[in-house]
């Protein structure tokens, strides 16, 4: 019997695991991490007294998001102390998941960890604030108020302007052929006015330690890399929807891979976000 009821716990779970994760990989902005939160979620259920759970799937999405907010607490030291630019894991997306871009990421790590499971787990997986108050250990009050709160800083990094995907992956492949062949004058009209270009090498692969800013800045840039990438080019893994948005993968000369996804409003590109930290693509070899 006991055989039997371990056999239909792993069964409830399995189903869950991939919602579980991504619930877990929106709060922390990490792969592995959103990983190792899921399996300790995993060994809890199994030790629980699953007689009293008379929803799983409630209790699963209520351990991994204290188990977060527990993790996050750590996590603000850790940011503190990272060597440059921190970026989210890059997670390549088969399907169209626009809940969470990357851009609505870097403003949800700026919250408080509370803000960021409130609104997470009300706005974007659609829990009522009674659900959220019991995850988070407030009342549906106070949940309601973390929410409001954290919805006011998110909707300026909501995108004004849906691109369509073929669209979007149309512009990553051109952007990546003109900035690796040096091609300025095509590179330079697919950039807005106030273009930034952020990357995240973690102290671990080359990349500039803040982001830069500006069209000029940003052209300037590109025309030394170009250089630098004519003795040392990089090959097109493929081209992608990375963390909501359209942009690719290079093997670069280094041998290590690197996501590089663009940020588009209204044609234009208005942001670059290149991860080259080879701790964050690893689940991508």
């Avoid at 990989?25 to 300790?40: C, F, K, N, P, T």
């Avoid at 007689?51 to 607490?73: G, H, I, M, N, S």
Wanted: glycine share 6%; charged share 30%; proline share 5%.
């Amino acid at each position: 019997m006991q055989h039997t009821g371990h056999n239909d716990a792993v069964a409830a779970f399995e189903p869950l695991r991939p919602k579980l994760k991504r619930v877990a990989y929106r709060m922390l902005g990490s792969v592995s991490d959103a990983e190792d939160i899921v399996q300790e979620a995993f060994i809890r259920w199994m030790k629980a007294d699953r007689t009293e759970v008379r929803e799983p799937e409630a209790f699963l999405r209520r351990t991994v998001t204290r188990l977060c907010l527990d993790q996050l607490k750590s996590a603000r030291h850790q940011r503190e102390t990272y060597i440059g630019t921190w970026l989210p894991d890059p997670v390549v997306e088969e399907e169209e998941i626009e809940d969470v871009t990357l851009p609505l990421m870097l403003v949800l790590e700026r919250l408080s960890p509370l803000e960021r499971a409130a609104f997470l787990l009300h706005d974007v997986f659609g829990q009522n604030f009674d659900e959220v108050a019991t995850a988070i250990g407030r009342d549906p009050a106070a949940a309601r108020q973390l929410a409001a709160r954290a919805r006011a800083h998110v909707r300026e990094a909501k995108p004004r302007f849906k691109v369509e995907k073929e669209h979007g992956l149309e512009l990553a492949e051109a952007f990546y052929t003109a900035s690796r062949s040096g091609d300025m004058k095509t590179l330079g009209a697919m950039l807005s006015a106030d273009v930034s270009v952020h990357a995240d090498g973690g102290g671990k692969r080359p990349a500039f330690p803040k982001p830069i800013f500006g069209y000029d800045a940003v052209m300037t840039l590109w025309a030394k890399l170009a250089v630098v990438v004519k003795h040392n080019p990089s090959k097109l893994v493929r081209v992608a929807t990375i963390n909501g948005l359209p942009g690719f993968i290079t093997l670069e000369a280094d041998g290590e891979l690197q996501t590089t996804a663009l940020d588009i409003e209204d044609g234009k590109i208005t942001a670059v976000y290149v991860t080259r930290n080879p701790d964050k693509l690893k689940h991508l070899h």
